[in-house]
């Protein structure tokens, strides 16, 4: 399955690099939000406070709880594994799916797998893909993107988990 926000990121990828990004390194464009960020563990929270009142903003509390454990774990990831702090999320919230995407500067693919269930690590990308109702890892010539969908409640599938990549 792909993600139908690369476009989008490239084309924020240019404005960056040509100086012709707001101030602040984030925008809004109707529904969708996006920011360049360097990750930090107070960050995170933040980042999660601007991406829960831009669902609220967009009408979409349904997909508040699953969109923000997976904002929270994909951010986490870039923080303890991408070797460096420097990302970009993306935020779109369509009429049956918010989609997010978050882009680093990893080549590697994380792993989802198995945590032992007393372990405080390891669970998150397994819960993200069991909850989301799609999660997959697309390569990107800088490193790679980290995307999920959570689809409106009325629209996902049964078990609540489309899965794939």
């Given at each position: 399955?792909?993600?139908?926000?690369?476009?989008?990121?490239?084309?924020?990828a240019?404005?960056?690099?040509?100086?012709?990004?707001?101030?602040?390194?984030?925008r809004?464009?109707?529904?969708q939000?996006?920011?360049?960020?360097?990750?930090?563990?107070?960050?995170?929270?933040?980042?999660?406070?601007?991406?829960?009142?831009?669902?609220?903003?967009?009408?979409?509390?349904?997909?508040?709880?699953?969109?923000?454990?997976?904002?929270?774990?994909?951010?986490?990831?870039?923080?303890?594994?991408?070797?460096?702090?420097?990302?970009r999320?993306?935020?779109?919230?369509?009429?049956?799916?918010?989609?997010?995407?978050?882009?680093?500067?990893?080549?590697?693919?994380?792993v989802?797998?198995?945590?032992?269930?007393?372990?405080?690590?390891?669970?998150?990308?397994?819960m993200?893909?069991?909850?989301?109702d799609?999660?997959?890892?697309?390569?990107?010539?800088?490193g790679?993107?980290?995307?999920?969908?959570?689809?409106?409640?009325?629209?996902?599938?049964?078990?609540?988990?489309?899965?794939?990549?």
């Amino acid at each position: 399955m792909e993600f139908p926000m690369p476009e989008l990121l490239a084309q924020t990828a240019v404005q960056d690099a040509l100086g012709q990004s707001p101030s602040g390194r984030s925008r809004t464009l109707g529904a969708q939000w996006e920011a360049t960020l360097t990750v930090t563990e107070r960050g995170i929270a933040y980042i999660r406070h601007a991406v829960r009142a831009h669902l609220r903003r967009w009408d979409r509390e349904d997909a508040e709880a699953v969109t923000l454990l997976g904002v929270s774990e994909l951010l986490t990831n870039v923080l303890r594994h991408a070797g460096t702090p420097e990302a970009r999320i993306a935020v779109r919230a369509e009429s049956a799916a918010v989609y997010v995407v978050v882009s680093d500067l990893d080549r590697r693919f994380p792993v989802v797998g198995a945590a032992d269930l007393l372990s405080e690590d390891g669970r998150g990308l397994a819960m993200l893909e069991a909850l989301a109702d799609g999660f997959g890892v697309t390569a990107t010539p800088s490193g790679k993107d980290v995307w999920f969908r959570v689809a409106r409640s009325g629209a996902r599938r049964p078990g609540g988990r489309g899965g794939g990549t």
